[in-house]
């Protein structure tokens, strides 16, 4: 892989990735702690750990810091508005696709109620990533 080139990347994907990439930093060097705490029989004076746990601070420093410029930017409130817009398209199919049926007002609630539960069901379990993460990449 090459040291320099470029991305097809916008400025919202950007930032949404600078703030995942930060959270795994944040869970990694926690993991790395938790890892020289063992070795060190529990103990937080001991030298890797302290390192460590200096190392975990700076992280979650910049991950608030970069959580911040994300918000500061709309990047959360595009995001809502995108989950919407792909929401309400969603609907409207299944809504052109129950109307061509020609069901009864009954089946017709019915398959909704079943298609809202089938788009929440993967939902759950879909939005964590790797070790618990909400949305990390692994």
């Not at 190392?55 to 990047?75: F, M, N, Q, Y």
Request: aromatic content about 2%; glycine content about 8%.
């Amino acid at each position: 892989m090459r040291l320099s080139g470029e991305l097809d990347v916008g400025p919202w994907e950007a930032l949404n990735l600078a703030v995942r990439l930060a959270a795994h930093r944040v869970r990694w060097t926690e993991l790395q702690a938790q890892r020289a705490a063992d070795a060190a029989d529990g103990s937080d004076a001991d030298p890797a750990v302290m390192r460590w746990l200096a190392e975990s601070r700076r992280e979650r420093t910049l991950l608030a810091k970069t959580a911040k410029t994300a918000i500061d930017a709309g990047v959360a409130e595009r995001l809502v508005r995108q989950v919407e817009l792909e929401g309400r398209l969603v609907a409207d199919a299944v809504g052109r696709a129950l109307d061509a049926l020609e069901l009864s007002e009954e089946s017709r609630a019915l398959a909704f109620s079943v298609a809202h539960r089938a788009l929440l069901e993967p939902a759950a379990g879909a939005a964590d990533g790797p070790e618990g993460l909400p949305g990390v990449i692994g």
